[in-house]
């Protein structure tokens, strides 16, 4: 258990409101990162970050933003939702084991749905 | 670029059956080799992993071996239980950089 939560589990939206899900670790990870997941496609990587208001996009960054002003705190943003943004969205962070080798620790994820 | 493939599913089994999934990788470097599961409504857990070639890692009777020759590591379970039912996902990463690719899943439902 890495200590990831986020909030809130579950989210019905209407097309074009903003949404922010958080996501919350208290081990004092440098990386953070949001991925969605769904059906087909397996984990896409949305945006990350590597410290305090340091962070870059991923593959599938457009509608989305991202801001860290704390290192326990990543906040993911759909600025205008669309329906396709429904999905189930995964915090993960990760830490150095042996041999410089990461390791990636998952929260729980947010069900979101845009009607 | 770094990539992951693996076996399509779903995959059914029988209770006590033989596993296996196989995984594929493209890496530019050296990478280190993850398979994490994810049960119904959960996030994705580490199942096991390996760093160099011809490690084997292996978590609660499943294993994979690295394979620089053939770039594979693949999952094996030698007696799959009902409790093993899940989806489970191949993943590469690259010690610089910090970036983590994953394979799309394979569904695994194992039936008493």
Known sequence: ?115 | GDSVTQMEGPVTLSEEAFLTINCTYTATGYPSLFWYVQYPGEGLQLLLKATKADDKGSNKGFEATYRKETTSFHLEKGSVQVSDSAVYFCALSVNTGNQFYFGTGTSLTVIP
């Open chain 1, 1 to 115: 258990d890495a200590g990831i939560t986020q909030s809130p589990r579950h989210k019905v939206t209407e097309t074009g409101t903003p949404v922010t899900l958080r996501c919350h670790q208290t081990e004092n990870h440098r990386y953070m990162y949001w991925y969605r997941q769904d059906p087909g496609h397996g984990l896409r990587l949305i945006h990350y970050s590597y410290g305090v208001k340091d962070t870059d996009k991923g593959e599938v960054s457009d509608g989305y933003s991202v801001s860290r002003s704390k290192t326990e705190d990543f906040l993911l943003t759909l600025e205008s939702a669309t329906s396709s943004q429904t999905s189930v969205y995964f915090c993960a962070i990760s830490e150095v084991r042996g041999r410089g080798s990461y390791e990636q620790y998952f929260g729980p994820g947010t069900r979101l749905t845009v009607t």
